[in-house]
């Protein structure tokens, strides 16, 4: 496959597409003077990032229908993300409209300046079947995937990053979620980059033995913050909270979860 080189970023790389795909969106972008004058004047890095965005812009429909295309597209803009500088991640927060794409600037920003985003920032994780449904209604459009095993277990694997840095006392329990977690349902919302799963879980009891099953729906974004989560009841629109979740961690539990996690990093 032809490639195109990226330009002038030291190290840049390259684009992983036909070389036709990439000039033509570039065409198509630049012929409105608007989006001409904000490319012209970007520092090379934030030009870089623009003409991804030109891309998926003008293919994600046929992207989106495709996982191994989504996923080549993920890796290839996490490649581009990572060569940003302050410059060009504060350009494209001045310049850019649209307010999934800037939050996700200001998110990458925050992390080139060792920042920690505030918990205020992204809202109340643990929601009501209304409220998480809700918000995934705004986000639009979604596509689901029929994945192989191995790509089911690197979605499940994703409550690692995901619940690690949120803040969120379910972070307790994610040595529970990696092991028993069985997913039932994933969506990809292209708005935002949000993945949604609904999975079966367990949690571990006072014992530390395996609860009763639970349903347990998510959603994080591509930065694999967490955007929320429930535990729709039935086929109603109701939640409940696990019991197991309502009390501290004791000895029982501490030393299984580490027991858990040791098997983890040694599979």
């Known amino acids: 496959m032809e490639t195109v ?14 070389s036709g795909l990439l000039e ?3 065409a ?5 003077s608007a989006w001409k004058g904000v490319y012209d004047e970007a ?3 934030a030009r870089r ?12 429909k046929s992207w989106g229908d495709s996982p191994d295309l989504f996923c080549k597209y993920r890796e290839w803009r996490e490649v581009i993300e990572a060569t940003l500088t302050q410059e060009d991640l504060e350009y494209l927060v001045r310049v850019i409209d649209k307010p999934e794409a800037r939050e996700h600037y200001k998110a990458l920003l925050s992390d080139r300046r060792g920042e920690r985003r505030c918990d205020c920032d992204v809202g109340p994780k643990l929601m009501s079947y209304g409220d998480f449904f809700g918000m995934l209604d705004e986000l639009g459009e979604f596509r689901s995937y029929d994945y192989d095993d191995e790509t089911k277990r690197s979605i499940l694997d994703d409550f690692l990053p995901v619940l690690e840095n949120s803040g969120d006392p379910l972070e307790t329990h994610v040595e529970d979620i990696l092991a028993t977690a069985k997913l039932k349902e994933a969506r990809v919302y292209p708005k935002g980059e949000v993945m949604y799963v609904r999975v079966e ?8 033995e395996w609860s009763r099953t639970y349903q347990m729906v998510a959603a994080w974004d591509c930065l694999y913050n967490l955007r929320g989560y429930a535990f729709p009841v039935g086929k109603g629109r109701r939640t409940e909270l696990p019991v197991e979740l309502e009390n501290p961690e004791n000895e029982a539990q501490r030393e299984k979860r580490h027991l858990l996690m040791a098997a983890r990093i040694a599979r």
């Open 49 to 60: 990032r623009l003409e991804l965005s030109f891309l998926f812009s003008m293919n994600n």
């Open 43 to 45: 520092p090379d890095g």
């Open 201 to 208: 879980v367990q949690f571990l009891t006072e014992d530390a």
């Open 24 to 26: 033509t969106a570039k």
């Open 28 to 32: 198509a972008f630049l012929a409105n």
């Open 5 to 18: 080189n990226m330009g002038a970023v030291q190290n840049a790389p390259q684009c992983p597409f036909d």
